[in-house]
């Protein structure tokens, strides 16, 4: 195993360098600059210029790039332009309630996943695989935003049962059970999508693998259908679900950008939206890079724990 | 007369669109061995299912199928599951998929005994570790994961399994055909024991006669969903009273009947020829170790062995996918080492090749005529016209006809497929054919047919074979000299009367001694006694 990790090490580094560059030249190939925002709309162009030299916009942009790369090096991202503050305060701030958002998406999403993939692969109703069958398209098709607002306008002011934004005044560590309150819809506006695909996935392998032989030996011996659905076939559509669901920690990062603006969630998604439309480069580039390295380290991970989890992996091959 | 314990009666099965069993009608006593025979098709893996209420969805049963007087078709999900493992048991063709790869075996057997209310877990690992020495496993691998087992041990498992909950009827669908002849002979060996032991009922189904003869005391012979006849078991093999069922018996090819006439040993320089050849797979011991054999012109090579013992592998080296670790290979009188892309292209275009499955060797989306031709495109012979001409002239070779070259391979059967195959491995005029298990996929009269086939165009056309086969009988029938290898070297080599009939090493014997005879009262006196004692000097 740590032969294998070794292995990976020098193309994760590769990735990690292409997204740096990637990242610095997207930035500054998108129209308007941060001194122009920083400076209003009624400054001079030598105001501008000032502001520009002042940020070190005026050197060539390899000179640029490789002070950022040093600063990221060595854990100093620098100053935030407009936001006020280091990078690194205005991440610790924000990154708490990120996590906290992500780790309960996932949390329902698995749970969903784990839940109504057997109950869709099992059923042998007509009417329940319809129903289920429309509620995961609508769980994919509709736009993360979209959802939000309809959550927002159906139990936050329609029927107002729970807060429609924000977090709890006292902080979310004061009172979980209030947290929970606010949470709830921000949270589940996250999952949908991830647990909708996964879902998919979990009740397609569990319908190709209760046509293997094996489950075939397991009914013909008297283990009932149940068991060997969520004992025996699941077990073996676990280490490709991970993987799926490695996969959709993309979809994650980028929803939580949309549900937090949405639920006005104040996370790294909402502290990346205000950076982007201040131009504020230096945030937007670590955001950026730091969504990247953990995307990149939870494809490791999922690798990793997908070999872990497959016996044939795990003790080397047939003999 | 004893009542029986499993009785099928009037059963049909119907899938949307087709009928796969019509009107069965079976009777299985206590404690005899009843074996189900027939080819691909005949609808007897769907009457083997279909007792135990497992048809897949969308499937209809009608009729009966009666268990110790109880009605078991239309009986509700939790009394069938009650019935299966404990009253009948089945076992299943292919050990490599029968187990869960990522759970413990001892494990997976476990599962049956708390299915069949073994509540306790000390009592569930001690029966697992009983049942598993009753099958020749050591008890302590119970811990162990399928894919750290052989196909045999696999086999055994599964037997173990399916054994576990003590049911009084076992069902066996083609229980040895994946295996290995010598493995084959084991597991038989197991089955009868276990048989007799636990006085099992066993309901065999298998396409094998040899099989059959060693195994069953009665037969019945299915074809296209219904049983043409049901007879003792010596009674058929003496006199078998449906036409279909003699013409079983005669395609099915016999080891100690005459093969081939000999033909005299040429003198000619040999078109395939290796010397000392050692092959290396990265990581492995080699995959071939010293092996030095030649194929002469016109001459038909038989490349015998169990599965690992390489011959696919010098096939492989034959066609100059795989190159030497030492040794030399010489193809056509040209030493292949050192040879760039070019040289090697004009002599592969000497060499045709046979697989063993058609319907993955022919492309799905080509009609037969695309097929045929596409050797002769590659290759730049002659204009479209005449490609198209020689590909009418080969379909009328192989029996077929032009009118089939319009037609894609989902719309052939298996041995048209593989008459296709040939076909297009003959379009080069090759000097030298690789058939690769050639009919290892096909049924056993459409193998008899493919193979007389096989011998008149190797008459007309004169081209040299190395014909790579597991079916010692096969090779008997078309081969003028055989190579046994095993493990990557070669046994022995030498003309196929010669070397079948009067083995010189022990391996040899051992493998022909584990092919079982077609006829019931030769094989049984044959049976367990030498196959194991020649496998015990082998070891």
New interface residues.
Partial sequence: MTAYLLRRLPSLALVLAAASVLIFAVIRLVPGDPATALAGANATPEAVEAIRAELGLDRPWVTQYFAWLGGLLTFDPGRSYLIGGTIGSLITESLGNTLLLASSSLFLAVLTALVLGPLWAGT?KPWLEHLLTGINTLAVAVPTFVMGVALILLLGVLVPVLPSGGVPRDGLLANPSITVQYLLLPAVCLALPIGAVLTRYVAESLRTEM????V??????????R?VLL??AL??VL?TSLTVLGLQTGALLGGAVLVEFTFSWPGLGLLIERAITGRDYPVVQVLLILSVVVFAVLQLLTDVAHAL????VR?G??? | MTDPVLTIDGLSVRFPGATAVEDVSLALLPDEVLAVVGESGSGKSVTALAVLGLLPPGATATGSVAFDGQELLGLDEEALRRVRGARIALVFQEPSTALNPVERVGWQIGEVLRAHGVKSRQARAERVGELLGQVGIPPERARDYPHQFSGGQKQRIVLALALAADPDVLIADEPTTALDVTVQAEILALLRELQRGRRLAVLLITHNMGVVADLADRVAVMRDGRVLETQDVRRLFAAPSTEYARELLASVPRLGRQGRAVRPATEAAPVFAVDDLVVDYPGRKAALDRITLAVTPGEVLGLVGESGSGKTTLGRVAVGRLGAASGTVRLFGTDLAGLGRRELRALRKRIGVVHQDPAASLDPRRTVLESITEPLDVHRVGTPATRVARAEELLEQVALGRSYGSRLPRELSGGQRQRVALARALALEPDLLLADEPTSALDVSVQASVLELFAELQEAHGFACLFISHDLAVVNQVADRVAVMRNGQLVESGPTGEVLTRPSSAYTRALVDSVPVPDPDEQRARRLPTVLTSLKNTA
């Fill in positions: 042998r046509a293997q032989p094996y075939v030996t397991a009914l013909a011996a008297g283990v009932s259908r068991r004992r025996h077990r073996n280490p989890l497959d016996p044939r003790l091959g047939a003999r």
